[in-house]
């Protein structure tokens, strides 16, 4: 089964999690300095947030798999879309450990498909969005989950 994936770079962290909690009626499931995340079965989504971005607003948006052949088959959609794909291995990232498969939209909305391999102690920085080499209008951030 796959849960989508929101990703909202804030200003106030603090703020943001007393806003989303009440709105979820829920407690972040992961909560940093710089981070926080909600798994959330309704409506199933990873929904995290995080500062140090420099502009606030949506970061990027995704699908999180459960199984590795899962990311396979999205990630063999995503290409057959058009788009340029980059595959991610072993990527630190969120507070997490993933293989990764990216692409930006017709509008450069930045996607990812993921599959999560364990936790990570720290926030990560796999690649920076210029690295990625996706097209899209991405302003430069620290954000470790963006092409």
Known sequence: ??????????????????????????????????????????????????????????????IQVERPDELEAVAARLGSAGEAVREQKQANCCYARSDKAWIADPEGISWETFFSLGESTVYGEDHAPGEMALAGPKPASRACCAP
Request: glycine share 8%; no cysteine; net charge positive.
């Open 1 to 62: 089964m796959k849960r989508l994936h929101v990703h909202v770079a804030v200003n106030d962290l603090s703020r943001s999690v007393r806003f989303y909690s009440t709105l979820f009626g829920a407690a972040p499931s992961v909560i940093k300095a710089d981070y926080a995340k909600w798994m959330l079965e309704d409506p199933r989504v990873n929904f995290a947030i995080s500062t140090g971005h420099g502009t606030a607003g949506l970061d990027h948006l995704g």
